[in-house]
């Protein structure tokens, strides 16, 4: 199995604009997760999906942040629009089971809005 | 506070001696798991040890869990130059209505060659 696999990898975009970040989770898992990590937060939980449909979003930080899972293999996060404080790593996660099983990152995708 | 606090927030060791990462949790748990992360990379699931186990062995890895203090060890023994990483642990807790897992800062391990 590939893994989660994210993309893209790095994104450097300007302030104001919109970002689409992209994840297919490990096939036969039915829980994404998208998480944001800062230095200064760590890693939070922003969304979590079960069986495509989302459970719990309120680590979402505000209305300029979306997330979507339009089927089992695909999932999307989208910041519109993009500010300097949305610099950050994004990572999703699957798991094959509940929320407190193991999970499985993808590499993540380094943002950087300036 | 957060539900899982490591410590401590940064280890040196040289290679060879024993690594020992602690993690503080405030609220009951289901279980409690330990996570790698290399510089630039994502998570990787290291090891679970659930609510009724008191002590878990994984290769040079052993985890144990004090539920009635709250607290979880990670011991790395024989420690390599490989093993320099950030180590997390994240227990689940509820937040909110919901069951989250919630993830420590971390410690950073650093063994020198």
């Known amino acids: 199995d590939a893994g989660v696999i994210q993309s893209p990898r790095h994104e450097v975009t300007e302030m104001g604009q919109e970002v689409t970040l992209r994840c297919k989770p490990i096939s036969g898992h039915n829980s994404l997760f998208w998480y944001r990590q800062t230095m200064m937060r760590g890693l939070e939980l922003l969304i979590y999906?079960?069986?495509?449909?989302?459970?719990?979003d309120s680590g979402m930080p505000e209305d300029r942040f979306s997330a979507k899972m339009p089927n089992a293999s695909f999932s999307t996060l989208k910041i519109q629009p993009s500010e300097p404080r949305d610099s950050a790593v994004y990572f999703c996660?699957?798991?094959?089971?509940?929320?407190?099983?193991?999970?499985?990152f993808g590499p993540g995708t380094r943002l950087l809005v300036l | 506070s957060q539900q899982g606090e490591e410590d401590p927030q940064a280890l040196s060791i040289q290679e060879g001696e024993n690594a020992t990462m602690n993690c503080s949790y405030k609220t009951s748990i289901n279980n409690l798991q330990w996570y790698r992360q290399n510089s630039g990379r994502g998570l990787v699931h290291l090891i679970l040890i659930r609510s009724n186990e008191r002590e878990k062995h994984s290769g040079r890895l052993r985890v144990t869990l004090d539920t009635s203090k709250k607290s979880s060890s990670l011991l790395i023994t024989a420690s390599r130059a490989a093993d320099t990483a950030s180590y997390f642990c994240?227990?689940?807790?509820?937040?909110?209505?919901?069951?989250?897992?919630?993830f420590g800062a971390g410690t950073r391990l650093a063994v020198h060659p």
């Open positions: 994240a227990t689940d807790a509820i937040t909110g209505g919901y069951n989250k897992l919630i």
């Open positions: 996660a699957s798991s094959s089971s509940h929320v407190e099983e193991t999970q499985y």
């Open positions: 999906f079960n069986n495509n449909v989302p459970i719990d």
